[in-house]
């Protein structure tokens, strides 16, 4: 056997490491933002905590 460590890209932010922000619109935001738009910062990723992969 090989000892080779398979590291496959991770399936929650598809080996970019980051979670792309979202931008909702809701009627219960209205008043707390202009546009009652509210927009979640990009974060690094939980699953693979940045790395971009995950050991299989
Ligand atoms: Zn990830």
Redesign the pocket.
């Known amino acids: 056997m090989a000892d080779e460590k398979k590291k496959t890209p991770?399936p929650?932010?598809m080996g970019k490491?980051v979670i792309d922000g979202i931008c909702e619109t809701s009627g219960e935001w209205r008043g707390k933002t202009e546009d009652g738009q509210v927009c979640t910062p990009d974060q690094t990723?939980p699953?693979?905590k940045g790395k971009?992969y995950v050991n299989s």
């Open positions: 991770c929650t932010c490491k990723c699953t693979c971009g």
